[in-house]
């Protein structure tokens, strides 16, 4: 009886310090996968490894939100993330996503939510949102076109764009298919077919047909219902508020 008391507490002693020794080892290998996370190899010193890319920071700390949490079905086509723009260059580098003021986004989502209740499965396709002043900078000396038609397609970054106070943004529908709508014209195409004033005139000379003029006003037609005006020169963009009051009420991301 003794013996049997003796094993079992020995047993169990051997059980507790091996459990013991296990919680040590895992608390151990957590602590190192820790500090791997956190840490450069062969860094002499620790230093916290970006979670983020430097513009996503910029981003944050100007108070805007991932978009994507308010609309998670959008497509993100981030042009300048990629070579497919007018520069021919990323200009956004590791950053390919949008981010908006927070009510520039919860504004979107109810444009995304009309959408969707007159076309179930359809989706938002994102060019751009808020976008730095750098990044602008580096539009603006590219693009190429006389000097005095520039402020047509973009703000000069002087005066800064709604775009840097993430307040506007760039966008197409997509159909439940995933299809692009035919706007006519691709995004950040710098030409009078892009305007949206020419489009009867483009309809008359039979250069649009009935579907281009349909895809834009219903494009139109659901950012004015949640509160976005568009612009003369370009159908893709849409503004939340006026620059004087993106100045008034928002951080600039610089
Ligand atoms: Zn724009």
Redesign the pocket.
């Known amino acids: 009886m003794c013996v049997l008391f003796d094993a079992n507490v020995e047993i169990c002693g051997v059980k507790r310090i091996f459990l013991s020794l296990c919680l040590h080892i895992l608390v151990v290998i957590t602590a190192n996968a820790q500090l791997q996370a956190l840490c450069l190899p062969a860094s002499a010193t620790c230093r916290v490894l970006p979670r983020f890319s430097e513009m996503e920071m910029d981003m944050l700390r100007a108070g805007l939100v991932n978009v994507k949490a308010y609309l998670p079905d959008a497509i993100l086509d981030i042009r300048y993330a990629t070579d497919s723009n007018f520069v021919g260059v990323n200009v956004y580098g590791a950053y390919n996503k949008c981010y908006l003021q927070k009510d520039v986004a919860i504004k979107l989502q109810k444009a995304d939510s009309i959408l969707k209740r007159f076309y179930p499965g359809w989706k938002m396709v994102l ?2 949102c808020a ?1 730095p002043v750098s990044a602008q900078q580096i539009l603006w000396d590219s693009l190429d076109v006389p000097i005095e038609e520039k402020g047509k397609y973009l703000s000069n970054p002087q005066n800064k ?3 840097n106070f993430g307040a ?3 966008l197409n529908l997509a159909d439940a298919n995933g299809r692009y709508l035919d706007m006519g014209t691709d995004f950040d195409y710098f030409g009078q077919e892009a305007y949206p004033f020419m489009e009867k005139h483009y309809f008359h000379t039979g250069l649009f047909g009935q579907k281009q003029m349909e895809n834009r006003r219903l494009l139109r037609q659901i950012m004015t219902l949640a509160g976005f005006r568009g ?1 003369p020169h ?1 159908w ?3 503004n939340s508020c006026s620059r004087e009051e993106a100045r008034e009420n928002y951080t600039i991301v610089e």
């Open positions: 060019y751009d976008r764009s709604v775009h506007a943004v760039d612009v370009e893709w963009h849409f």
